[in-house]
């Protein structure tokens, strides 16, 4: 041997010592350290690691047929791979240290003692596996360098492997542990219901049971199909609407308002409000006062209901016959139209309508002229008979040819029949004209007697009441034609002072040529007419001559002078 190796192994004796010492102490240290980490794990003991004859750990290599990560649970035969390699790395990483030394060192390095071998535990066995748990180390890439490089590297990488390998055990368990728990929850299985089966229904079954609509999406609709679908829906609810009411207004009948008749079929009469209602007072305000006193007043009073006038019984007993025509023609238009005309301002106009209203009078046209004659309104409203408490008015309303009246209250009440219209004329200047008076007048009796004789078979003229009477006649016959003689609502009497016997026939024969009926016929001879009014009780009696209608006033009967003929120079 040389000298040179001789110093060199003089040298290398002491690090020899220095390593085997060295080497004891760090195997003890990291047995106790890897004892303590996988004693956590189970309390099983892992088996001794395997050692080649020089006393080096033999490092695990890696198995092609090792399952991949991706792979279900580890087999049998794999899971004590995984335990030797766990097991292995401390020893590697110690004998990396000691590797650094010298190469010989590696050679003379004796084998681990078995009271050196670590306490390790394994861990339990009803652990569930996870599919991570069997996953294999991958193994290090060695590099080609030298046989001491390729030992140290692979020890160190094995060590770190391990512990990346216990951090991701220890999550992976906790990981199944909560999956587990979750599986424990018993899964609920949501049961449907089951609509038992319908009967089977027609279209138009269905239609009624949903309706007609359709459920459109809004936002699929432009805005003028949103405007055209809101129209029909409000035109189906007004006519739902509408529909109702009427059904509702079929079933009252009683509380409807018929509709006025059409004025060229009516027969028209023109009432003034002084004659339908008391308005005495409200004339000497007027007369005293002035119109602005008057116009303040009925303001003021407007709330007040007026008393009946000198025409009220009689508007009455006129729409009592339109009652009875309805109901025996429920399409006839010949029937009485009231009109309400008066030179009332509009402003008293309120009174009048609450009034009219109070009294259930179907008065549905009206005529407020202001302060001017309502006389040019006459014509218009297809007058047939204007009653007034104004004379002059009436006047005017006889010369443009106008049936017209003079409206008188009674001077005592009287008890009128509500069921049957009355109605008395006079005969000369009411009915006929004034011819056989101006006879009377200017050459006496007695020639009026021979006129009356040698003109018997001539019909008179036609006086001023006498297309009233016509038109009275007409609705008496709509009644006959119902075989309602007996019971007709309508009775006409002649109330003259002729004599019967020589002047009567010519009278008689005068109606028959007119074709007009007289339900009574009453020839006084020029005795009052008072008492026999008192037991027709017409609800209006026409005459011409003022001392009749005073007569008749005595004892209640409601009168109508007509100003007509030659008695009005004497009146």
Known sequence: ??????????????????????LDA???????????????????????????????????????????PSTGAPSVTDEPRSRNTAAKAPNSSATSRNSSASPSQHETSPPLQASE???????????????????PPTPPEPEPNS????????ANDAWTHRENRDTRDLQMREYAHSCDSRDLVPKTVRDYPRTPPTEWKSYVQRRLQYGTSVDMDQECLSEVQQRQRQQIEEDEVDEAYWSSVSMLYEKIPSCARPRPPKPKHAITIAVSSRALFNMVDDRK????????????????NE??????GPAFRFVKALQHVNSRLRELYPEEQDLFDIVLMTNNHAQVGVRLINSVNHYGLLIDRFCLTGG????????????????????????????EG??????????????????????????????????????????????????????????????????????????????????????????????????????????LKTLRRWGLEIDEALFLAGAPKGPILVKIRPHIFFDDQMFHIESAQKFGTITAHVPYGVAQKRN
């Open 303 to 308: 709330n007040v209901i007026l008393t009946p």
């Open 1 to 22: 041997m040389s000298q040179t190796s001789l110093k060199q192994k003089k040298k290398n004796e002491p690090g020899m010592r220095y390593s085997k010492e060295s």
């Open 147 to 154: 046989r001491r490089t390729s030992k140290m590297h692979s």
């Open 285 to 300: 305000i007027y007369e005293e006062e002035g119109l602005e006193k008057y116009m303040e007043y009925q303001l003021t």
């Open 117 to 135: 071998k670590p306490s390790i535990q394994q861990t339990p066995q009803n652990r569930p596996i996870t599919p991570m748990d069997s996953q």
């Open 402 to 507: 106008i049936a017209s009246a003079t409206m008188f209250a009674g001077a005592k009440d009287m008890a009128y029949c509500d069921t049957q219209l009355r109605v008395a004329f006079d005969g000369d200047a009411v009915l006929f004209s004034d011819e056989s008076e101006h006879i009377a007048k200017d050459h006496g009796l007695d020639k009026f007697f021979q006129h009356e004789t040698l003109f018997e078979n001539k019909p008179l003229a036609q006086g001023p009441l006498k297309g009233f009477l016509e038109d009275l006649g007409k609705l008496q016959k709509k009644f006959y034609a119902k075989d309602e003689r007996l019971l007709c609502p309508i009775r006409t009497y002649l109330v003259t002072a002729r004599s019967a016997a020589s002047s009567g026939a010519r009278v």
């Open 372 to 399: 001017k004659s309502p006389i040019g309104y006459l014509k218009a409203y297809l007058t047939n008979l204007y009653l007034s408490a104004d004379s002059e008015k009436v006047q005017e309303a006889i010369k």
């Open 26 to 68: 760090e195997k003890r240290k990291d047995s106790d350290k890897t004892g303590a980490r996988l004693s956590t794990q189970g309390s099983q003991e892992l088996p001794v690691p395997n050692t080649d004859s020089r006393g080096y750990i033999v490092r695990n290599q890696w198995s092609r047929t090792s399952r991949s």
